[in-house]
């Protein structure tokens, strides 16, 4: 008999803030990277808007911070190859900080990794970009 695994103390959340280097924004995710906790949250167009807002557009660098994200599955990762789309058809650099050994073998099992640059931190990811 299997079990399926249950985050229950973790809601799924995404904040876009500013970075410290300019031309930088971050988004913060939170929780479970899963059709069900992404749309248990947010609306379809709520989340789509987080990434696709024309103050995010003005950016030259794109931070996905997955520090706080346990688990991402297919939904999720194809919302992130979805963006990784519209940066690049904008020039505008994505790359994926914080990742935990579990979202990387995800990332590095489906080649997506290849996709995009990775950092420990956002503070390395910054750095990058300066």
Aim: glycine letters at 6%; proline letters at 4%.
């Amino acid at each position: 008999m299997s079990v399926a695994q249950v985050w229950k103390s973790s809601k799924f959340t995404i904040e876009r803030c500013e970075g410290k280097t300019p031309g930088t924004v971050i988004f913060r995710l939170a929780g479970p990277f899963t059709a069900r906790d992404m749309y248990g949250s947010l609306s379809p167009a709520a989340l789509r808007n987080t990434f696709e807002s024309e103050d995010a557009a003005k950016h030259t660098l794109h931070i996905l911070d997955l520090t706080e994200v346990p688990y991402i599955d297919s939904a999720g990762l194809g919302l992130i190859i979805s963006h990784y789309v519209r940066c690049q058809g904008r020039s505008v650099r994505l790359v994926v900080a914080g990742a935990s050994s579990r979202v990387v073998q995800l990332l590095q099992m489906t080649h997506v990794d290849k996709f995009f640059p990775r950092f420990e931190t956002i503070e390395d990811a910054e750095q990058s970009h300066a």
